[in-house]
């Protein structure tokens, strides 16, 4: 039975998202353990699906660990161990360190992590929007109705549904990652807000984004499988 703090924890873990599908880490099962110390530091075992898994993917969630975690105001020191990782001690040991990204590998791996993060930041509300969109859709809203909405009406919406209610919650989160002006709740990547005459056009170029993290995320569990398979036979 896990501690009232384990529970916590574990908690704070379930917002840390792989950042290429966008789902919790918890729920994809790459958290093995965790462990709470007397002093108040937290260490947190986890292992992706294969040992080649993008180094900028691992690390994007191993920060992540260490800044949700680090949210609670009783953990003093949070410390993320990547196993079974071409990379892991690599990360392992810089993420102690304090070292950043670029510090700890070089030029072995290209591009900025910023941009990387920046990209997966807009994939994520891409995924979301269309979700809470549709959610709007089969609740009876017209389009004209629900770009209509500014984020404080979405804010106040209640599906009276706990899944749609989630997917509008998560949704007005990443829409809290652009910085903009307009209050629409619903807008472009750009920070514009969408009108009826570009809506079907939106709603294309969400859908090819979920599709493909989809794919993404049904390769992902396959690996995962086999992994599983593999340690058990």
Known sequence: MRSAKATEV??????VCDPEL???ITDLE??????VAGSGDVTVQFRLPTAWCSPNFAWLMATGIVTEVGKLDW?????PILRDHIFGNKINEGLTLGNSFEEVFGNEVSGSIEEVRKKFVIKAFQRRQELV???LLNY???VFELLAMTLIDLSDFNFNNENANKNRLRYIEARGK???ENTAAFIDENGEKIHPKNFQR???KLRSTRLNMEFTGSVCRSLLKVRDKSETS
Request: charged share 40%; proline share 3%.
């Open 133 to 135: 969109i549709k959610d």
């Open 10 to 15: 574990w908690e704070a873990l379930s917002t």
């Open 75 to 79: 953990v003093k020191e949070v410390r």
């Open 202 to 204: 939106r709603m294309e």
């Open 22 to 24: 966008d789902e919790p």
């Open 178 to 180: 652009f910085t903009v």
């Open 30 to 35: 790459f958290v093995e353990e965790v462990v």
């Open 140 to 142: 009876g809203l017209e």
